[in-house]
């Protein structure tokens, strides 16, 4: 269990026909629904930390601790985490500045709706 970073894709040779179980992932953090932005953004730059490698997502839970041992064993998050959602680092800087960022995926929905 893991995310795939699509940059890691790069640098593979499609002709080799590599299986997606021998693409290494990266484990989100999972927070707590109380965690303050501010310590969030510092989570995702932190190079030490789960940050590290360029993943800014995390996935929110009630129990985060439950779910970080559960990914760390290579399992799925138990319903008793209380998963709540995921959020990006574009979700907290759009919260911090009160103010919606729009980028391509934005534009592309704002075409297709005329």
Not at 37 to 63: E, M, P, S, T, Y
Not at 95 to 104: K, N, S
Request: charged content about 25%; overall charge negative.
């Amino acid at each position: 269990m893991g995310v795939l970073l699509s940059r890691q894709l790069i640098v593979m040779n499609p002709n080799d026909e590599r299986p997606l179980d021998t693409v290494p992932l990266v484990l989100p953090p999972c927070i707590s629904v109380s965690m303050h932005l501010v310590d969030l953004i510092n989570l995702f730059q932190a190079a030490g930390g789960r940050g590290k490698g360029g993943l800014h997502l995390a996935i929110v839970c009630a129990r985060p601790e439950i779910a970080s041992e559960a990914l760390e064993r290579g399992e799925s998050i138990p319903k008793d985490a209380g998963v709540v959602g995921i959020v990006t680092l574009e979700d907290v800087v759009e919260e911090l500045l009160q103010e919606e960022i729009y980028d391509e995926v934005d534009r592309d929905l704002e075409l297709s709706q005329w």
